[in-house]
């Protein structure tokens, strides 16, 4: 199975979910239980813990923070089976600080072992919200793309800066904004590239993955929009230039490669305008999976896959072909529902793990 999987678990005051050692395996681990007792804030520590940050938007220490601890503080220890090696990974979360190691050693890059979270849900976001979509592009670009993630760090910055010199006294900020312009600019085209290249990337294996998913042959496409795509430095420039007097009346950066648009395409159409609400949900699926191959194409190993209750969102007909395309799959799994038939089918997976979660506390029957 994967060769590079979380092997052990135990997490002291992180949302409602009971301290424990918990082992899992490196294929498929089926958490169930009721809705609201902790299978998503089970998955959601598992993403913390490999990627320092929660899934859910706008969520920090405070709301992971278990409301009945003892202590201000959320603990781990964990244990990776990567490549024929054990590695011990444990870690402190504060208000303050946070400190991780690795086998004993204080670290402050982050562990190289990744987590995508899919939930089936997020595919009416995708389809309808533009901000969903440019989160998702970088927040999966830079999952495989440290240079990207550089760039874009870069790039907030600048614009963060740019708008605080908006709102202020513009007359006397001129020539500080027309410094950051070129800083934007620069920083622009490289994302640019980078996506276009994400893009292209992910379409070659977007068509085949969705098949595999749910037999249904389309041709599934991606396409970007961006006012300014194709412009060089300079012609970039000379658009934030010409952009700048509106800037200053609306107080804010009102062009830019941040509010760059995707279209998901299915057979050259719009998914949204022309599929049904199943079609799209199969699009989002397909698309997430695609980006998971593509994940082990460009770092040699897969992420850890977190699947959040897919049987609310799709039919009896595409979870079982849901299951058939994760069992042959060699990436660790954690997939949770609250649907019995959709437990019995799980279930009937030879060597799952099976975890239970009632208010918190996780056994294994």
């Known amino acids: 199975m994967s060769d590079c999987f979380l092997d052990q678990l135990k997490i002291k005051n992180f949302r409602n979910i009971e301290e424990g050692i918990l082992s899992f395996t490196s294929g498929i681990n089926c958490v169930f239980g009721e809705n609201g007792n902790g299978k998503t804030n089970l998955l959601e ?61 204080s670290m402050r890059r982050k562990f190289h072992v990744h987590s995508v979270f899919i939930n089936p849900f997020d595919a009416l976001f ?39 010199l908006l709102i202020k006294r513009p007359s006397f900020y001129k020539g500080q904004i027309e410094a950051i312009d070129l800083e934007l600019s620069r920083y622009s085209v490289r994302l640019m590239e980078e996506r276009e290249e994400f893009i292209k990337e992910l379409e070659k294996i977007f068509t085949e993955t969705f098949y595999e998913l749910f037999s249904h042959r389309h041709e599934m496409r991606i396409k970007i929009q961006s006012q300014f795509f194709g412009f060089g430095e300079e012609e970039i420039f000379d658009a934030m230039r010409l952009a700048l007097e509106k800037d200053l009346l ?27 609400l ?20 460009n770092l040699g190993t897969y992420p850890i896959v ?12 595409r979870w079982k072909n849901l299951i058939g395309y994760i069992c042959p799959k060699k990436f ?4 949770t529902t ?18 239970y979660i009632h208010q918190g506390k996780v056994t294994v029957h």
């Open 45 to 105: 520590a598992i993403y913390v813990i490999t990627e320092r940050k929660s899934f859910r938007k706008n969520t920090g220490f405070p709301q992971l923070l278990d409301m009945n601890g003892e202590e201000p503080e959320i603990s781990f220890q964990t244990k990776f089976h990567d490549r024929d090696k054990d590695h011990s990974y444990s870690g402190k979360l504060i208000s303050e600080k946070n400190e991780y190691f690795l086998d004993g050693k």
């Open 126 to 164: 995708f389809h309808t919200t533009s901000s969903f979509r440019r989160r998702w592009v970088d927040d999966h670009l830079s999952g495989i793309s440290p240079k990207y993630k550089k760039n874009l760090s870069s790039y907030r910055r600048a614009l963060k800066m740019r708008n605080q």
């Open 338 to 355: 609250a649907n019995e038939d959709f437990k019995m089918e799980l279930e009937r997976i030879e060597g799952i793990k099976r975890l």
């Open 278 to 297: 199943g079609q799209q949900k199969m699009a989002f699926l397909g698309l997430s999976f695609a980006y998971i191959e593509l994940f082990k194409y």
């Open 332 to 335: 660790q799994t954690f997939i």
């Open 250 to 276: 609306f107080g804010k950066t009102r062009h830019g490669v941040h509010l760059d648009d995707y279209m998901l395409l299915l057979d050259g159409f719009n998914a949204f305008e022309i599929s049904s």
């Open 306 to 317: 977190l699947i959040d209750d897919v049987s609310g969102e799709l039919d009896r007909k």
